[in-house]
């Protein structure tokens, strides 16, 4: 079984049908493995009126049968969360834990990642950005985000060790979800012409935790970021600041309680305790 382009409109319609513009987000949970997306989660957006991001404003709730009112801009397929514990249900609800990064990733695509720069002949630079051109370089310090950044320490000698990611979201991603703002977003940095060992790094290249690489410090202020990208729209303060997600679990056609029951209860103890790790890394 699998979460494919006709269903995924009519789970979409289940949902609001029961809760109607009560939700900006839908998170769809698999009691199975989802075949159609073996080992991957991802976000579908469905409408965006932000500007300032790195995203077009378009509206597709008429594809998915919606009406043009309502607060629903997209959803996620989480796939099956034993996916994501190796088989095992265990420590998958830990506050600012692993799963928990996973889930505020797919939930912050909503505004995550594309942010470019004017860089130094005035031209936008992508240099920030890494897998899908739509998560962060991993040469950037990008404060460990849960969007494939990492968290540097610079030691001024031209190398940098990588702390770790999945710990939050970067002080430029809470501006850009409208949590920050832009006169709060503090200068970063990121690496070229970087090594780890004798092996040339790109922006999609694996960094492990704890590794230490050796390049050249390019600076990023704000001021590049809106000079390129121009301001966020709405701005901070404007928006509701308010995300409300319905978690909702799938089950397979005929699949036996027994079989399901254990998901909807882990996804209960997730639902429970994944909004104080929203509130700690936003």
């Known amino acids: 079984f699998g979460i494919t382009d006709a269903n995924e409109v009519a789970i979409v319609q289940e949902v609001l049908a029961n809760y109607p513009a009560v939700f900006d ?10 075949e159609a997306h073996v080992g991957t989660a991802y976000y579908q957006s469905i409408r965006n009126t932000v500007a300032g991001i ?18 629903l801009s997209g959803f996620s397929n989480m796939n099956d969360m034993l996916m994501w514990g190796n088989g095992s249900f265990d420590r998958l609800n830990t506050i600012e834990g692993f799963y928990h ?19 130094s002949t005035g031209m936008p ?5 890494g897998r899908q ?9 990008a404060y460990g985000s849960v969007h494939d950044g990492n968290d540097y320490v610079e030691y001024g000698d031209g190398t940098f060790t990588n702390q770790g990611t999945d710990t939050g979201f970067s002080p ?19 690496v070229t012409e970087a090594f780890l060992d004798t092996e040339m790094l790109e922006e999609q290249s694996r960094i492990p935790r704890g590794a230490t ?36 679990l799938v089950t397979a056609p005929g699949q036996a309680r027994s079989e399901w029951e254990p998901y909807l209860n882990v996804l ?15």
């Open 25 to 34: 987000t839908i998170q769809i949970y698999t009691a199975f493995l989802d």
């Open 54 to 71: 790195g995203l077009l404003g378009f509206d597709s709730r008429g594809s998915f049968g919606l009406p043009p009112d309502g607060r």
């Open 101 to 119: 990064g996973v889930i505020a990733h797919e939930l912050s695509h909503r505004w995550l990642f594309r942010m470019q720069f004017t860089n």
């Open 125 to 129: 630079s992508t240099a920030l950005l």
């Open 133 to 141: 051109q739509a998560h962060w370089s991993t040469l950037a310090h």
């Open 172 to 190: 430029l991603e809470l501006y850009a979800m409208g949590r920050l703002p832009a006169d709060q977003v503090e200068d970063f940095y990121y």
């Open 213 to 248: 690489i050796r390049g050249t410090k390019v600076d990023v202020n704000m001021g590049q970021i809106l000079d390129a990208m121009g301001p966020r729209n709405p701005p901070f303060e404007v928006e509701d600041p308010y995300y409300r997600a319905a978690f909702v």
């Open 268 to 282: 209960q103890e997730v639902q429970r305790d994944f909004p104080e790790t929203w509130r700690l890394w936003t």
